[in-house]
């Protein structure tokens, strides 16, 4: 079964083009116009062995607000499009990495549900020239459209590189062990509801 797909959003702020294998090895092509934020997706394919292309084209002379939730929520819906049924999924998924001083924890759950509890406190407002506050933004738009619960919390951390750096690749992470096939529950649903 190929889990892959193609998502393509344009509105009058953005013109997106996410796609993802979820099977895959890892490999990015990124082109967002933000390079920091082209970094952490590196992270989250990488990481999460997924290959992972996404092009936009957002209106960053306002800001990079509108671009980075707009890719948020387009990688979202490509993750729930290429998940497909989510029989014989893994489901949850969960990762603690450490970069130097900083240590972060993701844990989420393929739920069908929206919902994200983020917590960073980032030790500086800006990264180069990307806004922390932007980080939240992302992960909103991704737990609204993939329909996932999302936990993210930063542990300890004093440089904000490394804070953000170990927050996308413990999600990677965890994302590849949620969408990992469990042999035991092959055709199965996880979970007792028999829907996700």
Do not use: W
Not at 57 to 86: N, P, R
Not at 158 to 183: S, V
């Amino acid at each position: 079964m190929s889990r892959q797909a193609e998502v393509t959003r344009n509105t009058l702020e953005t013109q997106i083009t996410v796609s993802i294998n979820l099977d895959g090895t890892g490999q990015s092509e990124l082109d967002s116009g933000l390079g920091f934020l082209d970094h952490m997706l590196d992270q989250i394919a990488r990481h999460g062995m997924i290959d992972l292309k996404v092009h936009a084209k957002g209106d960053l002379h306002i800001d990079a607000h509108h671009t980075v939730e707009d890719i948020g929520i387009t990688l979202g819906q490509a993750f729930s499009k290429a998940l497909g049924d989510k029989k014989g999924l893994t489901r949850y998924g969960h990762s603690y990495v450490p970069l130097d001083e900083a240590l972060s924890r993701v844990a989420l759950d393929l739920s069908g549900r929206p919902g994200l509890a983020f917590d960073c406190t980032f030790t500086r407002a800006m990264i180069g020239e990307f806004d922390v506050d932007l980080i939240h933004e992302f992960f909103q738009g991704f737990v609204n459209h993939a329909l996932v619960t999302l936990h993210i919390d930063n542990l300890k951390g004093q440089n904000a590189h490394h804070q953000a750096e170990t927050i996308f690749k413990a999600f990677g992470r965890a994302l590849r062990m949620a969408a990992t096939q469990d042999p035991r529950m092959a055709g199965l649903m996880p979970s007792t509801k028999g829907a996700l």
